[in-house]
């Protein structure tokens, strides 16, 4: 970017570029959503920082976590459908080798980040070298995953380890002056835990590795235009490669998140997690065909899909099927809003 | 000398070859392994084809059809990721019709509410509209394919589980279990359906200019459509096609369980049949199709698992074995391995 033109712009002209567009529609869909649940649903508590935190941000994390590796391979016009696979055997990992082999879990962590980062920068190698379309590659990637986790065990193996337990039980608690003038905790009870804190500082580092260097610009130069990036002597391969592995990354914490939340290892955890996070960075505004998206959006889709069942949740009467229905509906909307600004912007492009 | 040379490289060039070649191995594996594989007998009570080699082509009925409007869909350059959230609603409303939610068919029996064509067509009538919904998404509203399809995906499973108010149906229905666990002559009914459908599909492509069409619009949508093709038309044909297919398969699940099965009937199918036509050599950047490359792809997917089974191998590590295989074949159908091939066998012909 031209340091010297970026400085001249005001701070409002460089917010109201049209690149934003997703990012603000994501916003403003998912303040109407949660306007609407504070209207019809604001006397049970919808509007309480618990349901904001814990039923929106927390209970999701992991698919949140997750999302971050994903918004950055879909930006390289890549897709990766092994995540959900991937984090189900770091599950299955940090359980064997606690409850059965006795290791300490942070080394298991340790193994299976190895293994994650390890598949993912073969599936990258794959993808690129091979020519392999990236759907198939990582479909591979997701059946052989799966498969491994199998044969390590069919049962869920419950873990029961001090370390866990610790990081699963760390709580903040949030506290306020009550009506009594003393710092305690609010009400309803509102804390934010390790998954939370992780999800934070997976979009942090996320948006820093996308904004802030050179191979987030890498990424997007890849996103938008494949031959042209070779052309101008990107670095195509390393990033490419390093994408998928950098998502294998994300996928191994989403697993770790994951089993703080249930503690246990599963062979079929988070099936088809994948499309959730997908999902995700898609209404988040990601486009599929590569070269847009940003962190930002991606933390908004998250929090956008989580509000729909609680939504569900607090009105009590809907049959939860119809979270499914409500977030393809939504999914449908995304894309025709993302139509309508690309058709738009060519439109201009072209006067 | 120079002629038979010639002719190799044209045979390693072809994709099927691999896939036909893979499927060969496996088999030989299991021959090796239990000389009985292949017997096929007649069981003397019910007068039925029985044996490993049939059970296969039976069990894999369903993604071989899928996998045919599959192929189409991918020739056009896109996937179709709702046919398995197709195959719940399929099964769902068929059941619902049968078993209408009224104290007084409370119990599952050998009788339908509403008449037998109606709990056939109507199922096939849904997934053939929500076919067209993709169509018109991706032809009118120029989305791409995996994420207009992924709409269904995601809410399919939703609308089957609302038309059946989350219930789960069983039936005893009797004409209905015929599509899935009855018999023409020694002959299992899905393999039947499987064939017709397989010719059907194959007639309606080679003996008419449709298959030109979607391999034109594959290749190039905006040079077929300035040569007089409709491309629209084509994409939403294929598509409704598709999701027909599927409600078709979503029947024979349904009928072999006699129940739908919201949450897991056709769970992974949309995978395993993008899988299948791969397998098959065609491209998933669109252009030119093989459905016979397909029909191997997915018995070879069936044999995997049948194999896993038959020895006694843990029936969910069936996806470890199945990504192996899978990943042999695509590492040999890729561009730069054929190209090593071609160019050796080039070689050996000047040579020769």
């Given at each position: 970017?031209?340091?010297t033109?970026?400085?001249k712009?005001s701070?409002?002209?460089?917010?109201?570029?049209?690149?934003?567009?997703?990012?603000y529609?994501?916003?403003?869909?998912?303040?109407?959503?949660?306007l609407?649940g504070?209207?019809?649903?604001?006397?049970?508590?919808?509007?309480?920082l618990?349901?904001?935190?814990?039923?929106?941000?927390?209970?999701?994390?992991?698919?949140?976590?997750?999302?971050?590796?994903m918004?950055?391979v879909?930006?390289t016009?890549?897709i990766?459908?092994?995540?959900?696979?991937v984090?189900a055997?770091?599950?299955?990992?940090?359980?064997?080798?606690?409850?059965?082999?006795?290791l300490?879990?942070?080394?298991?962590?340790l193994?299976?980040?190895?293994?994650?980062?390890?598949?993912?920068?073969?599936?990258?190698?794959?993808?690129?070298?091979?020519?392999?379309?990236?759907?198939?590659?990582t479909?591979?990637?997701m059946?052989?995953?799966?498969?491994?986790?199998?044969?390590?065990?069919?049962?869920?193996?419950?873990?029961n380890?001090e370390?866990?337990?610790?990081?699963?039980?760390?709580?903040?608690?949030?506290?306020?002056?009550?009506e009594?003038?003393e710092?305690?905790?609010i009400?309803?009870?509102?804390?934010?835990?390790?998954?939370?804190?992780?999800?934070?500082?997976?979009?942090?580092?996320?948006?820093?590795l996308l904004?802030?260097?050179?191979?987030?610009?890498?990424?997007?130069?890849?996103?938008?235009?494949?031959?042209?990036?070779?052309?101008?002597?990107?670095?195509?391969?390393?990033?490419?490669?390093?994408?998928?592995?950098?998502?294998g990354?994300c996928?191994?914490?989403?697993?770790f998140a994951?089993?703080?939340?249930v503690?246990?290892?599963?062979?079929?955890?988070?099936?088809?997690?994948e499309l959730?996070?997908?999902?995700?960075?898609?209404?988040?505004?990601?486009?599929?065909?590569?070269?847009?998206g940003?962190?930002?959006g991606?933390?908004?889709?998250?929090?956008?899909?989580?509000?729909?069942?609680a939504?569900?949740?607090?009105?009590?009467?809907?049959?939860?099927?119809?979270?499914?229905?409500?977030?393809?509906?939504?999914?449908?909307?995304?894309?025709?809003?993302?139509?309508?600004?690309?058709?738009?912007?060519?439109?201009?492009k072209?006067? | 000398?120079?002629?038979?040379?010639?002719?190799?490289?044209?045979?390693?060039?072809?994709?099927?070859?691999?896939?036909v070649?893979?499927?060969?191995?496996?088999?030989?594996?299991?021959?090796?392994?239990?000389?009985?594989?292949?017997?096929?007998?007649?069981?003397?009570?019910?007068?039925?084809l029985?044996?490993?080699?049939?059970?296969?082509?039976?069990?894999?009925?369903?993604?071989?059809?899928i996998a045919?409007?599959?192929t189409?869909?991918?020739?056009?350059?896109?996937?179709?990721l709702?046919?398995?959230?197709?195959?719940?609603?399929?099964?769902?409303?068929?059941?619902?019709?049968?078993?209408?939610?009224?104290?007084?068919?409370s119990?599952?029996?050998?009788?339908?509410?509403?008449?037998?064509?109606?709990?056939?067509?109507?199922?096939?009538?849904?997934?053939?509209?929500?076919?067209?919904?993709?169509?018109?998404?991706i032809?009118?509203?120029?989305?791409?394919?995996?994420?207009?399809?992924?709409?269904?995906?995601?809410?399919?499973?939703?609308?089957?589980?609302?038309?059946?108010?989350?219930?789960?149906?069983t039936?005893?229905y009797?004409?209905?279990?015929v599509i899935?666990?009855?018999?023409?002559?020694?002959?299992?009914?899905?393999?039947?359906?499987?064939?017709?459908?397989?010719?059907?599909?194959?007639?309606?492509?080679?003996?008419?200019a449709?298959?030109?069409?979607?391999?034109?619009?594959?290749?190039?949508?905006?040079?077929?459509?300035?040569?007089?093709?409709?491309s629209?038309t084509v994409?939403?044909?294929?598509?409704?096609?598709?999701?027909?297919?599927?409600?078709?398969a979503?029947?024979?699940?349904?009928?072999r369980?006699?129940?739908?099965?919201?949450?897991?009937?056709?769970?992974?199918?949309?995978?395993?049949?993008?899988l299948?036509?791969?397998i098959?050599?065609?491209?998933?950047?669109?252009g030119?199709f093989?459905?016979i490359g397909?029909?191997i792809?997915?018995?070879?997917?069936?044999?995997?698992?049948?194999?896993?089974?038959?020895?006694?191998?843990?029936?969910?590590?069936?996806?470890?074995?199945?990504?192996?295989?899978?990943?042999?074949?695509?590492?040999?159908?890729s561009e730069?391995?054929?190209?090593?091939f071609?160019?050796?066998?080039e070689?050996?012909?000047l040579?020769?």
């Amino acid at each position: 970017m031209n340091k010297t033109s970026s400085k001249k712009q005001s701070l409002l002209s460089r917010l109201m570029n049209p690149k934003y567009i997703m990012v603000y529609a994501t916003v403003a869909i998912f303040l109407i959503i949660y306007l609407f649940g504070a209207i019809n649903y604001g006397d049970k508590g919808f509007l309480s920082l618990r349901t904001l935190i814990i039923s929106m941000f927390t209970e999701n994390a992991y698919y949140g976590i997750s999302a971050v590796g994903m918004t950055m391979v879909l930006i390289t016009g890549g897709i990766d459908l092994s995540v959900g696979a991937v984090s189900a055997l770091t599950g299955m990992i940090i359980a064997y080798g606690v409850a059965i082999m006795n290791l300490p879990p942070m080394l298991c962590l340790l193994f299976a980040l190895v293994i994650g980062v390890g598949l993912g920068l073969l599936m990258g190698a794959g993808i690129h070298y091979l020519n392999v379309p990236p759907f198939i590659m990582t479909l591979t990637g997701m059946f052989l995953t799966r498969g491994i986790c199998s044969l390590m065990s069919r049962e869920s193996i419950e873990i029961n380890n001090e370390l866990i337990d610790a990081l699963a039980g760390f709580k903040i608690y949030i506290k306020w002056w009550n009506e009594d003038g003393e710092w305690a905790k609010i009400k309803p009870i509102c804390y934010i835990n390790f998954n939370f804190i992780l999800f934070i500082v997976m979009i942090i580092i996320g948006t820093i590795l996308l904004q802030r260097t050179r191979f987030g610009r890498n990424v997007y130069a890849i996103g938008g235009n494949e031959q042209s990036a070779k052309l101008m002597g990107l670095p195509v391969a390393r990033t490419k490669i390093l994408v998928y592995g950098f998502n294998g990354f994300c996928s191994v914490l989403a697993g770790f998140a994951y089993v703080l939340y249930v503690k246990s290892g599963w062979n079929l955890a988070l099936q088809g997690g994948e499309l959730e996070v997908i999902t995700c960075a898609v209404i988040g505004g990601t486009l599929m065909t590569g070269g847009v998206g940003y962190m930002v959006g991606t933390l908004f889709g998250v929090l956008l899909k989580s509000a729909i069942p609680a939504l569900i949740t607090f009105n009590g009467n809907l049959l939860s099927w119809w979270g499914k229905i409500a977030t393809g509906a939504l999914l449908l909307l995304f894309i025709f809003i993302q139509r309508v600004v690309v058709v738009y912007s060519n439109r201009k492009k072209q006067e | 000398m120079k002629k038979k040379a010639i002719d190799f490289s044209v045979i390693t060039r072809s994709k099927i070859t691999w896939a036909v070649v893979a499927e060969i191995l496996i088999l030989l594996v299991c021959f090796i392994i239990r000389p009985d594989f292949f017997s096929i007998s007649i069981q003397p009570s019910t007068g039925v084809l029985y044996g490993s080699l049939i059970d296969i082509l039976n069990r894999s009925a369903e993604i071989t059809i899928i996998a045919m409007g599959m192929t189409l869909a991918i020739a056009l350059g896109g996937t179709d990721l709702s046919v398995g959230a197709l195959v719940a609603v399929s099964g769902a409303m068929a059941l619902k019709l049968m078993r209408w939610d009224v104290l007084e068919y409370s119990t599952p029996g050998d009788y339908t509410v509403y008449p037998f064509w109606m709990a056939i067509l109507l199922p096939l009538l849904t997934c053939m509209l929500m076919g067209l919904f993709n169509g018109i998404l991706i032809s009118k509203g120029g989305m791409q394919p995996f994420i207009a399809t992924l709409i269904l995906m995601v809410s399919g499973r939703g609308i089957a589980q609302i038309l059946t108010n989350g219930k789960q149906f069983t039936t005893m229905y009797s004409p209905f279990r015929v599509i899935g666990q009855g018999h023409l002559g020694p002959i299992p009914m899905p393999i039947i359906i499987m064939t017709v459908v397989c010719i059907a599909m194959a007639v309606f492509v080679r003996k008419t200019a449709f298959g030109t069409f979607v391999e034109s619009v594959g290749v190039n949508k905006s040079a077929s459509r300035l040569s007089g093709i409709s491309s629209d038309t084509v994409i939403i044909i294929v598509y409704t096609l598709t999701g027909l297919l599927a409600g078709i398969a979503g029947l024979i699940y349904s009928s072999r369980i006699m129940s739908n099965d919201s949450n897991n009937a056709g769970i992974n199918y949309e995978m395993d049949a993008i899988l299948a036509v791969v397998i098959g050599g065609t491209a998933m950047t669109g252009g030119k199709f093989s459905l016979i490359g397909t029909i191997i792809g997915s018995i070879i997917i069936r044999t995997i698992v049948t194999f896993v089974y038959y020895f006694g191998i843990v029936a969910e590590a069936t996806m470890a074995f199945k990504a192996l295989i899978i990943a042999v074949v695509i590492i040999l159908q890729s561009e730069p391995v054929r190209e090593y091939f071609a160019r050796r066998s080039e070689k050996r012909a000047l040579q020769g």
